[in-house]
């Protein structure tokens, strides 16, 4: 009999798209016995198959693939375009041209399924929402686990009707992107061991995820009802990830004191360490996804060396990455016994 449960390690390494997230992390941890997890959002189907290839390229270890799941929504240019003002004088000061007009992009998300259906992963992780039952009738009909992220009990209701296999109770405390399923929603912040205790009792293991630091939040996790823990601030500073020279530097840099949820970067609610960025433009960035995150991305690319400009996506346990090989990292965070 298929059991989703028995794919999960005590440490799951998170998806982290963007550039963290590379073949070399998601295969040193699933070899390290975690279970690495992909990323999928911004790659271009034919690249998710050749990362995937790369992958098993390096281990013969079970490992997951992560998509971002679509919603489009009215865009709303005059907010678009009034942040793009507000952004110009930044973007001036590093030669960044920013776009007008931003088509909404649902990144390939069906094309991007078929190819996990196709090249039978060990599991899918589905993150902004829930797709449609078929999708998850199909996995489970290849025998791919699926897990869905979530950030309350209503989202985690949802997404066991329509057949997930796995839960992942994102907390508030995660780095990156808060998960919760609409755009427009106002994020309920839960703290992940209170979390946990809500979405107990829906049939279905459940993975926690947020603010990990060691492995005493590692056991708290586990004793909280967390069948693993989602790990991914504590991966970004590994030689396998793919992180920024200048964020992997500011997650050790002790003139970074905090970090907060903003939408400033991508119109997305998702945690960072605070820079000047953050503090200037939280208040004002608009809810308009994924077109703020196009808008931004000529001023991040323009000033990836500079802290205090990019976002510096990290959880509240950022002061626990180490700059040590991944499997390292599995270790240390792996409850003795
Ligand atoms: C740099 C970065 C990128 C992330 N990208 C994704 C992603 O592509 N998909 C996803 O489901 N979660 C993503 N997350 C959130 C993680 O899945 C997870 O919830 C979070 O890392 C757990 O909290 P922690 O960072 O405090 O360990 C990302 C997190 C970080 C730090």
């Known amino acids: ?6 794919l999960l390690a005590p440490i799951v390494g998170a998806p982290m798209a963007g550039g963290p997230s590379t073949p070399e992390l998601t295969a040193a941890i699933s070899d390290a016995g975690g279970f690495g997890i992909l990323a999928g959002a911004y790659l271009s189907p034919a ?3 050749e990362q995937i290839a790369a992958v098993r390229s390096r281990t013969g270890a079970p490992f997951g693939v992560n998509l971002f799941v679509p919603e489009e929504i009215p865009f709303d240019a005059e907010s678009f375009l009034r942040f793009r003002d507000e952004l110009l004088p930044l973007a001036a000061r590093f030669g960044a041209t920013l776009p007008q007009n931003i088509c909404y992009s649902d990144d390939a998300f069906e094309a991007k ?16 929402g829930v797709p449609a039952p078929e999708v998850f009738a ?6 791919i686990a699926t897990i869905t992220t979530v950030t309350d009990r209503l989202e985690a209701e949802i997404a066991v009707a329509a057949g997930t296999a796995v839960l992942c109770a994102q907390g508030v405390e995660a780095g990156g992107h808060r998960s919760t399923f609409h755009i427009l929603d106002d994020d309920r912040e839960t703290p992940v061991l ?15 995820a947020g603010g990990i630091g060691s492995v005493t939040d590692v056991q708290a996790m586990l004793d909280a009802g967390a069948v693993a823990a989602q790990v991914g601030t504590l991966f970004l500073r590994t030689p396998e990830a793919g992180t920024r020279a200048a964020h992997r530097a500011a997650l050790a840099d002790p003139r970074f004191t905090e970090t907060r949820t903003t939408r400033a970067y991508s119109g997305r609610p998702a945690r960072a360490l605070v820079n000047d960025y953050v503090r200037r433009y939280s208040r004002t960035a608009p809810p308009v996804y994924p077109q ?19 976002n510096l996506w990290a959880g509240t346990g950022w002061r626990g990455a180490q700059a040590a090989p991944a499997a390292q990292v599995v270790a240390a965070l792996t409850p003795p016994g």
């Open 194 to 208: 209170e979390l946990l205790g809500r979405t107990a009792g829906l049939g279905v293991p459940v993975i926690g």
């Open 292 to 310: 703020i995150n196009g808008l931004t991305g000529p001023l991040r690319q323009a000033a990836a060396d500079d802290p205090q400009v990019i």
């Open 138 to 143: 199909a996995c489970t009909a290849r025998g």
């Open 1 to 6: 009999m298929f059991d989703p449960a028995s």
């Open 113 to 128: 399924t078929q190819v996990l259906l196709d090249e039978g992963v060990h599991a899918v992780s589905f993150t902004f």
């Open 47 to 49: 690249q998710l198959r």
